[in-house]
C-alpha cells in the first residue's frame, strides 16, 4: 500500500504518545522536525493531527480515534509480526529461544497488532543479555525504525505491506510468572527466566516451604 502526502514531513502536525515517546522526540529533534506535542492519553488525538506515533501505551486505541489522524496511527512491537502479537514480546522472545529481538513498526488499525507494516528491524541477542540489556536493545531498534520511516518521508510517499506469514498471539504475563520452577528446569531453563525478570519490579524468585525466595541478579565478566 502507497500513501501519498500532499506536504513535507516536517509542516506535518505531530502527537507522541506513550512514556517511551522521549525516544521517538530524540528522533524528531535530530530530524529537525519541531511541529510535535506530547498527548496523555487518547483523548488527545484529534482530527488537526497529521501523525500520531506511539510507544510505551498499553491501552487498546478505540476504533473511533483510530480514524482522526490524516495518515495514521503508528505504533511499535516487538516481535516479528504477525508472530507475537499480544503481550510481554520482550519475555516470549527469549522463551521461544529466538536469536534476534524483531522491532515492528506498523499502522494501527482495528486488531491487535494486526496492522500493515512500516519497517521491522532485528536487534541481535545473546543468550547473556539480561532484561536491563533487552530494553536498552528495544530501545534501539525503535530508534532505527523510526529514523527509517522519516527519512522515507523526504519523498512523500509511506510505504506499508500486509503481515504475512501466520499470526501468533502471546499471553500477559504477570510478577507470578516470575516463579522458578527448581523440580523441573535445568540450570539453563533456570537462566532463561532468571534473565527475563525485572531485579525491581518483577524479580525472579522460588518458594521453601512457605517462604518465598527473592533472586536478584548481576552478570560479571571475568575477563575483566
Not at 510481554?88 to 513498526?105: D, G, H, K, V
Amino acid at each position: 500500500m502507497i500513501i501519498k502526502m500532499d506536504k513535507k514531513f516536517e509542516d506535518c502536525s505531530v502527537g507522541i504518545l506513550g512514556f517511551r515517546g522521549n525516544l521517538l522526540v530524540d528522533s524528531l529533534k535530530k530530524n529537525n522536525i519541531r511541529n510535535y506535542k506530547l498527548l496523555e492519553d487518547e483523548s488527545d488525538i484529534s482530527n488537526n493531527l497529521d501523525f500520531v506515533f506511539v510507544s510505551g501505551y498499553y491501552k487498546i486505541i478505540s476504533d473511533k480515534v483510530i480514524d482522526r489522524v490524516r495518515y495514521g496511527i503508528y505504533c511499535f512491537h516487538e516481535s516479528p509480526l504477525p508472530e507475537g502479537r499480544g503481550h510481554a514480546p520482550i519475555q516470549w522472545t527469549i522463551l521461544n529461544n529466538r536469536n534476534n529481538l524483531t522491532i515492528s513498526m506498523f499502522k494501527i488499525d482495528k486488531g491487535i497488532d494486526t496492522g500493515l507494516i512500516s519497517y521491522q528491524y532485528n536487534v541481535s541477542i545473546n543468550e547473556m543479555d539480561t532484561y536491563k540489556i533487552l530494553e536498552s536493545k528495544r530501545q534501539d531498534g525503535i530508534i532505527k525504525c523510526f529514523d527509517m520511516f522519516i527519512k522515507e518521508l523526504d519523498s512523500r510517499i509511506i510505504t506499508l505491506r500486509k503481515q504475512t506469514g501466520k499470526g501468533s498471539y502471546q499471553k500477559r504475563r504477570t510478577p507470578d510468572d516470575s516463579e522458578l520452577n527448581l523440580e523441573t528446569s535445568d540450570i539453563n531453563n533456570l537462566w532463561k527466566g532468571i534473565r527475563i525478570c525485572d531485579n525491581d519490579k518483577f524479580p525472579a524468585f522460588f518458594r521453601i516451604g512457605d517462604k518465598k525466595v527473592v533472586l536478584r541478579y548481576e552478570v560479571v565478566d571475568d575477563n575483566k
